[in-house]
């Protein structure tokens, strides 16, 4: 047993970031000396400062620039998606090839209208993104999300104001199956910067 006690007392160095304090701990990464004082906990282990501020992953690292650049990006592409959505679904109003708002063959159009227009804002931040995963994406998903259904239904109400004759209005597709697909579309969008 004491051949034990001198085999760990042998061991022993002084820390170099901790001046005097001696340690037989040693960093999970690069196996340099730490002490109690110093050391980081990590889920490998323990380590020194210095390894442990390298950090993880580039794929989980976002920046304050990247949320920026990727907010301002991907709201120009919601509100893109959202007008283009709008006019589309104008267009087939006009055009009577439906019968009405409480048609179920206008409702799943409108579901499905939703729910491609929020997986292409998705699919647009993803690439604006890099591919990158993080909670805050998944936040940011969310609110692109809201700005496309938005800008959709605003621009159906100024197509409303321009041509009064199409008797278009926010109904066409504020209503369940609209918010059904609007639900899912987000929930995916979501889904898609979700860490591992």
């Not at 160095?13 to 960093?27: A, F, I, K, W, Y």
């Not at 340099?32 to 400062?49: E, F, L, Q, T």
């Not at 589309?88 to 799943?108: C, D």
Request: contains cysteine; proline residues 4%.
């Amino acid at each position: 047993m004491s051949q034990n006690a001198t085999d760990v007392e042998l061991n022993m160095t002084e820390c170099p970031r901790d001046s005097g304090v001696e340690t037989n701990l040693r960093c999970a990464q690069c196996s340099d000396p730490i002490c109690p004082r110093c050391m980081v906990y990590a889920p490998v282990g323990s380590k020194c400062p210095d390894c442990a501020s390298i950090g993880g992953p580039a794929i989980f690292k976002v920046t304050q620039s990247d949320l920026i650049r990727i907010g301002v990006l991907g709201g120009l592409v919601s509100i893109g998606v959202g007008a283009i959505v709008a006019v589309i679904l104008t267009a087939l109003w006009s055009l009577e090839i439906l019968e009405g708002t409480n048609s179920s063959i206008w409702l799943i159009v409108v579901g499905v209208a939703q729910f491609a227009g929020v997986m292409l804002v998705t699919q647009a931040m993803q690439l604006i993104s890099g591919r990158k995963y993080a909670t805050s994406l998944r936040i940011m998903a969310a609110v692109l999300a809201l700005l496309f259904y938005v800008a959709e239904v605003m621009v159906i109400e100024v197509i409303d104001g321009v041509f009064p004759n199409l008797l278009v209005g926010a109904g066409i597709v504020v209503h369940l199956p609209g918010l059904i697909g609007f639900a899912f579309g987000t929930y995916y969008a979501m889904q898609r910067f979700r860490t591992l």
